[in-house]
């Protein structure tokens, strides 16, 4: 059933690897009828394409060229996002732990994050007044869209983190362990929070919420009664 809410809304929601924000998101747009904008697909399809070129991941220059010349375009729906480098749909290869690990390098750089705030900002613009977007990221409410209406900060413990992820990982049917998957979400962390380009913390006016003991629905139900409350319902 469609939540009874306003349209034309950016809703914003960050947080660290596991929170449960993608699921949320996704849940979310649907109930609200809105698009749904996974940033962290974009800077997945940079990783990706950089492992394809074997470019350095950590240097700058090497990424800037890349960004240059990379034709990506991203479309959201209302169930996700697909995305597309160089005409070709990758929106599937991009969930590997490897192009995981090569997204978290490339985010790190300063050129890769201009250029995917052109990106991100396009899809924004197109959302008509009918329209409504559920972006979901981690500077989604601090750097992307710092004006939206609505945002969100999802958190959970790392235990409950690293058992989603690696219950996600395995119904790709990827071969992982409980170590392996803790140590991504671990490394992930830490570039997160470290990096000198929009770092991952929630911004001030983001309605914080933590998913430990929650399911998809229960976050669901208090987002969608936080933005109603915002709508005046
Ligand atoms: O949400 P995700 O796991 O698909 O994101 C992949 C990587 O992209 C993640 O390690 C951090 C980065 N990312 C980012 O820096 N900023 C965003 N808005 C979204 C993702």
Redesign the pocket.
């Known amino acids: 059933m469609a939540a009874r809410t306003t349209t034309g809304l950016i809703v914003a929601i960050d947080g660290p ?1 596991g929170s449960g924000k ?1 699921s949320a998101a996704r849940l979310l747009a649907k109930r609200l009828g809105y698009l749904y904008l ?4 974009l ?2 399809a940079v990783g990706w394409k950089a492992l394809k070129e074997k470019a350095d991941l950590r240097d700058e220059e090497a990424l800037r060229g890349l960004c240059a010349g990379l034709d990506l375009v991203a479309t959201p729906h209302r169930d996700g996002t697909k995305v597309y480098v160089d005409g070709r749909d990758i929106t599937g290869e991009i969930r590997t732990p490897e192009v ?1 690990r090569a ?2 390098a490339v ?1 790190a750089a300063p050129a890769v994050r201009r250029r995917l705030l052109e990106v991100q900002r396009a899809v924004g613009k197109n959302v008509g007044p009918e329209g409504g977007v559920v972006v979901e ?4 409410g601090t750097v ?1 869209f710092p004006e939206a209406p609505v945002k969100f900060f999802l958190d959970a413990s790392t235990e409950i983190r690293v058992k989603r992820r690696y219950r996600e990982l395995k119904q790709q049917g990827l071969a992982v362990d409980l170590t392996g998957t803790r140590r991504e979400i671990d490394m ?1 962390d830490l ?2 929070a470290s990096r000198e380009v ?1 770092p991952l913390r929630p911004a001030e006016d983001a309605i914080r919420i933590d998913s430990t003991a929650l399911g998809q629905e229960e976050v669901v139900a208090a987002m969608v009664a936080a933005i109603e409350e915002k709508a005046g319902r």
């Open positions: 690897a993608s996974d940033t962290g697909a800077y997945r995981s997204a978290a985010a990221g981690r500077d989604i992307v992930r570039s997160d929009a």
